[in-house]
């Protein structure tokens, strides 16, 4: 498992909302099981914050909710379907506000 990979989100109650799940946490850290993902909403109506970045995954518009992170197992997450490697500025810049403010 890798920093910016994307999975399927194993959670059906709200895959219909948050189908994937891009992981945010570095591959460096392999400690423990659980793992630092943030969900890719597909919530055309949702207005963009700061921490929020839009993406076309598998030909369809998503947006990246840095801001709902959580961690998880990480056993629960399968095969990798893709990577949000081609977004990690914004993704680092996302995480930084959330963290620093700036």
């Known amino acids: 498992?890798?920093?910016?990979?994307?999975?399927?989100?194993?959670?059906?109650e709200i895959s219909g909302y948050a189908p994937y799940l891009a992981v945010l946490q570095s591959h460096h850290l392999q400690v423990v099981n659980s793992v630092v993902v943030a969900p890719r909403i597909n919530d055309?109506?949702?207005?963009?914050?700061?921490?929020?970045?839009?993406?076309?995954?598998?030909?369809s518009p998503f947006i990246l909710a840095v801001a709902e992170m959580a961690a998880m197992d990480g056993?629960?997450?399968?095969?990798?379907?893709?990577?949000v490697e081609d977004q990690e500025d914004a993704i680092r810049r996302a995480l930084d506000r959330i963290f620093t403010g700036f």
């Open 1 to 12: 498992m890798r920093q910016f990979d994307v999975y399927r989100n194993p959670e059906t």
């Open 44 to 59: 055309s109506q949702r207005a963009l914050s700061p921490v929020d970045i839009a993406v076309v995954f598998l030909g």
């Open 75 to 83: 056993r629960r997450l399968q095969q990798v379907i893709g990577s």
